[in-house]
């Protein structure tokens, strides 16, 4: 974690220190956990970002585990905000015992931000975003970029994971990812899904230069591939039928026995089922 109480107040490791200094800080101060008041431990080193780590591993506030990539992303995205909006950066909310990497003060809305480099359960995500609801919180997931499948131009491998976290930004769906090293916030626009892990999105990429937090919200562009969706899904209808699963038996017995030709689309299907039989 990047904050950590002192005697004196909190300490903030998003604004950068000499090396000299933390190590003086690393010798003279006490350093505690502003969640469960624990001590915690300042960890400055030549390879790893500083940070403050629990000696003892329990905490009341559930958080991912501090990587590098993680802790560089959290602080990239909190200067990026803080530039324009109030935002405090790990702060405690005792109510529901939560500590959002990132909480967002717009003059609408109140965002927790949690940047979700590490998998985390279905149920532990529920639970946290309903605790946030009740805190009067939205919940905003930030996925590590690394997480990122691009298949070709139009078209990303999404695990059931990576679906759970999708947004609305002019009430389409969004998948949001934050690149440390780069810098930018690649956002996946107009999600269409092909296959429970294989979608058509349009990619927008933000940075702090050129774009502000209310950016993540509108869309930025307009779907370009619907063409090759239709060209895909038209590939897949004319082809699942050749190789049919256990599964698929008794739907593809159903539309036999209805007269409809499964590679036909369902709109199509009332009109084509009568001649089926017909033209072949
Ligand atoms: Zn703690």
Same mark, same amino acid.
């Given at each position: ?51 403050? =780590? ?17 802790? &560089?992303? #959290?602080?990239?995205?909190? %200067?990026?905000?803080?530039?324009? *909006? ?8 005792? &109510? ?34 309903? %605790? ?54 690649? #956002? *996946?626009? %107009? *999600? ?8 058509? =999105? ?31 899904? #038209? ?12 599964? *698929? ?32």
């Amino acid at each position: 974690m990047l904050v950590a109480q002192t005697e004196k107040g909190l300490i903030s490791l998003a604004q950068r220190f000499s090396l000299e200094q933390l190590k003086l800080w690393k010798k003279e101060k006490q350093f505690y956990c502003p969640s469960c008041q624990s001590p915690v431990q300042l960890k400055v080193g030549t390879k790893k970002i500083p940070h403050f =780590a629990h000696l003892k591993k329990t905490c009341v506030a559930q958080h991912e585990g501090e990587t590098d990539y993680h802790l &560089d992303g #959290k602080r990239k995205l909190f %200067h990026w905000f803080s530039s324009h *909006l109030e935002v405090e950066l790990e702060s405690y909310l005792p &109510d529901i015992m939560q500590r959002p990497d990132l909480l967002v003060d717009t003059p609408s809305q109140k965002y927790a931000i949690e940047f979700q480099c590490a998998s985390l359960s279905s149920s532990a995500l529920t639970k946290r975003s309903i %605790h946030y609801e009740k805190g009067n919180y939205i919940p905003l997931w930030i996925m590590g970029a690394k997480r990122m499948k691009r298949l070709s131009t139009y078209m990303y491998q999404l695990s059931f994971q990576e679906w759970q976290f999708l947004t609305l930004s002019d009430y389409t769906p969004t998948l949001l990812y934050f690149s440390p090293s780069t810098n930018q916030l690649l #956002k *996946l626009e %107009h *999600l269409i899904p092909f296959s429970s892990q294989i979608c058509y =999105a349009q990619l927008v990429v933000l940075s702090p230069h050129e774009h502000t937090f209310h950016d993540l919200f509108s869309t930025h562009t307009q779907p370009q591939f619907f063409s090759s969706w239709i060209k895909k899904k #038209k590939a897949w209808r004319t082809h699942y039928i050749l190789y049919p699963n256990q599964k *698929l038996q008794p739907f593809l017995h159903a539309l036999y026995e209805n007269n409809i030709p499964p590679s036909l689309p369902y709109s199509s299907r009332s009109r084509h089922a009568a001649t089926f039989f017909i033209h072949g």
